[in-house]
């Protein structure tokens, strides 16, 4: 049972134009979620973070927003430019003791049309 | 650059085979991690090891073996593996258990 999901495998907008990415999540345990950015033939690399304190984090043209009831999160890309075009990963954890354990979605390619 | 580097990039190898993938980081992080990516499926933990020891083992075939002999070197033995082990394997680092995980560009494994 997948405790992480991404429900849309893609999603495809204009250049200049917002990117809305969005997670669900099942484990009321979670309290740190973060968004992998992958290209073709490299490994995820770390976009943004959000604490479960938080439900807003932004960083540039990248804003995540969390809410804990609904158990959703989203990522918001703006303006989208072509660069962006990639899979974009939600993941999870729950800071337990001695836990390292990220749970991923399956992912979200995104396609900036310009 | 990330970081992380897994060597070989891509591997094709006989089920009856014995290979090894390894990683390296110099970020002097103290945990690192295997996991597998299956065509569309999410990202697999496999093994995570802290400060050399393994602390997870998420349920994996003895045909994979883990080792770490330090901190910045992570390996996977594979031996008689199956078709269906064909993913791609990714390493992965970070400095705490709960904070964002630095990857590899992973290895493109085909079994036979």
């Known amino acids: 049972d997948q405790q992480v999901k991404q429900n849309s495998p893609s999603l495809s907008v204009q250049e200049g134009r917002i990117s809305i990415l969005n997670c669900d999540y099942t484990?009321?345990?979670?309290?740190?979620f973060l968004w992998y950015k992958k290209y073709p033939a490299e490994g995820p690399t770390f976009l943004i973070s959000?604490?479960?304190?938080?439900d807003k984090n932004e960083d540039g043209r990248f804003t995540v927003f969390l809410n804990k009831s609904a158990k959703h999160l989203s990522l918001h890309i703006v303006p989208s430019q072509p660069g962006d075009s990639a899979v974009y990963f939600c993941?999870?954890?729950?800071?337990?003791?001695?836990?390292?354990?990220?749970?991923f979605g399956k992912g979200t390619k995104l396609s900036v049309i310009p | 650059e990330t970081g992380v580097t897994q060597t070989p990039r891509h591997l094709v190898m006989g089920m009856t085979n014995k290979k090894s993938l390894k990683c390296e980081q110099h970020?002097?992080?103290?945990?690192m991690y295997w996991y597998k990516q299956s065509a569309k499926k999410p990202l697999e933990l496999m093994f995570v090891?802290?400060?050399?020891?393994?602390?997870e083992n998420n349920s994996v075939p003895s045909r994979f073996s883990p080792e770490c002999p330090n901190s910045s070197h992570l390996f996977l033995h594979l031996h008689t593996l199956q078709p269906e082990d064909s993913a791609l394997y990714l390493c992965?680092?970070?400095?705490?258990?709960?904070?964002?995980?630095?990857f590899g560009q992973g290895t493109r494994l085909t079994v036979v």
């Open positions: 090891y802290n400060f050399k020891e393994q602390t």
């Open positions: 959000i604490s479960s304190i938080k």
């Open positions: 484990n009321s345990m979670f309290d740190y």
């Open positions: 993941a999870a954890s729950a800071s337990g003791a001695g836990s390292y354990q990220l749970t």
């Open positions: 992965a680092s970070s400095p705490t258990g709960n904070t964002e995980a630095f």
């Open positions: 970020l002097g992080h103290n945990a």
